[in-house]
Nanobody, 115 residues
Framework: QVQLVESGGGLVQPGGSLRLSCAASKNTFSLNMAWYRQAPGKQRERVALIRIGGSTDYADSVKGRFIISRDNAKNMVYLQMNSLKPEDTAVYYC??????????WGQGTQVTVSS
């Protein structure tokens, strides 16, 4: 079992930046980590993925604006979000997948982009 706790959400103006953090209860070195988001009335979608080896994938909608990173020494994963748009408004969830392909979720953190 891996507990995930997100932080860093909030209200930001369009064009602004936020950095989300995800703290894991166990070592992250053997976990694929990702950030998902879910806007009201929409399906949850994967925003960014960082694999065990460090390679990354991004949704087309956030490429060039968001950066996912990990610090295995601290059991942390981050999502740097720049040039935020109103359509980025959503609850953002941290996600982890272990070698047995078991998935863990955090409780989510709200990000609101509005003037």
């Amino acid at each position: 079992q891996v507990q995930l706790v997100e932080s860093g959400g909030g209200l930001v103006q369009p064009g602004g930046s936020l950095r989300l953090s995800c703290a894991a209860s166990k070592n992250t070195f053997s976990l694929n980590m990702a950030w998902y988001r879910q806007a009201p009335g929409k399906q949850r979608e994967r925003v960014a993925l960082i694999r065990i080896g460090g390679s990354t994938d991004y949704a087309d909608s956030v490429k060039g604006r968001f950066i996912i990173s990990r610090d295995n020494a601290k059991n942390m994963v981050y999502l740097q979000m720049n040039s935020l748009k109103p359509e980025d408004t959503a609850v953002y969830y941290c996600n982890a997948e272990n070698p047995l392909r078991i998935i863990f979720w955090g409780q989510g953190t709200q990000v609101t982009v509005s003037s």
